[in-house]
């Protein structure tokens, strides 16, 4: 006993005649006699008194009328409410990203799943990107924003996107900005000024320390050049080194993502300009665990993540080069 056959067997008894019946279920009346024959020795009783005016339905039908109507009715409202349920993959997936750079992309991203992917629960593991790298490796992550590290053993790596490293403080006695030159036509970011690192690193720096990302590129352009850098605060907390340089204690280098949130948008006597001879670069990568493929669900955030930077590259909020 199927749906079909119940939804046959009340159109028979409401139209009172086989032949009735298989006109309004455009259905072949030999068909639907046989269906309702079935369904009477599934039952084991007959359903119909037939004559030669039609049909009249048993007490055994009359009772499965009642029956099948109920059943339809609570089918139907099955259905509905599965309909109603939001559509796609359901789980929880745990990005791990340089904190950097999640005030920039993660928002962005987790607004745009929650509106197309409200099942899927999106966990964010902020942190420098030396932590990043170890939360990946350790298992504590799905998904990982890595810098500078196209490839890492246990891992899946592919490329994102590359920005260039800038430098920006404020030119309180307005001895910076001679040193400025205009952007290379046709270069990203173009409409900020250009530094030569040999410049850049005779001002006075407030830094991070040696073992965090974006020292060691300082560090390691200053030895190719043979230069000193001049750095009168070193302090490991990020928020220590953008409150110092926002106060005007001296120029840091920041990469392109974070300069959303530089001062020099609406305060005058700041520079930023980006960091050239040579020029300061920084990768990222898309990074999900080796010995595990990926699933749905995190397929469907990586997909965000790269929806979204795609978005933010093209649009100009994100001054960086998309590499996939």
């Known amino acids: 006993m199927d749906l079909r056959t119940l939804r046959y067997f009340i159109a028979v008894l409401e139209a009172g005649s086989l032949s009735r019946a298989a006109g309004s279920l455009y259905v072949a ?115 990982g924003i890595l810098v500078d590290t196209p490839q890492i053993d246990g891992l899946r790596c592919t490329p ?46 407030v830094l991070q320390s040696r073992r965090f990302s974006i020292r060691q590129s300082v560090e390691e352009a200053a030895a190719s050049l043979g230069v000193a850098l001049n750095v009168v605060h070193e302090h490991d907390s990020a928020r220590v080194i953008r409150s110092l340089y926002q106060c005007g204690a001296g120029f840091t280098f920041t990469p392109a993502c974070s300069l959303a949130d530089s001062p020099h948008q609406d305060r005058e006597g700041w520079i930023v300009a980006r960091v050239v001879r040579p020029q300061l670069q920084r990768t990222y990568s898309l990074a999900t665990p080796a010995d595990r493929p990926v699933d749905a669900v995190t397929q469907v955030v990586i997909d965000a993540l790269r929806q979204e930077t795609t978005r933010l590259v093209r649009e100009g909020v994100w001054r960086a080069e998309l590499q996939f």
């Not at 099955?78 to 789980?91: N, T």
């Not at 987790?110 to 629960?121: E, N, V, W």
């Not at 270069?187 to 720096?205: C, H, M």
Request: hydrophobic share 45%.
């Open 29 to 143: 009346q030999p068909a639907l006699t046989a269906q309702i024959k079935k369904l009477e020795a599934e039952l084991g009783t007959l359903l119909f008194d037939r004559s030669h005016a039609g049909v009249t339905p048993t007490p055994a039908g009359m009772q499965l009328y009642e029956d099948a109507r109920r059943l339809l009715s609570d089918a139907e409202a099955v259905r509905e409410r599965i309909q109603r349920l939001p559509q796609g993959p359901e789980g929880s997936v745990t990005v791990a990203a340089p904190f950097l750079l999640a005030s920039l992309l993660l928002g962005p991203v987790l607004a745009a799943l929650k509106r197309s992917h409200p099942r899927i629960r999106v966990f964010v593991l902020d942190d420098l990107s030396l932590m990043v790298r170890k939360a990946m490796l350790d298992r504590r992550a799905d998904v």
């Open 160 to 205: 994102l996107v590359r920005e260039s490293i800038y430098t920006c403080g404020r030119d309180a006695d307005g001895t910076v900005a001679p040193l400025l030159r205009p952007a290379a036509r046709g270069r990203k970011g173009e409409g900020l000024p250009e530094i030569d690192f040999a410049q850049a690193a005779q001002l006075p720096l």
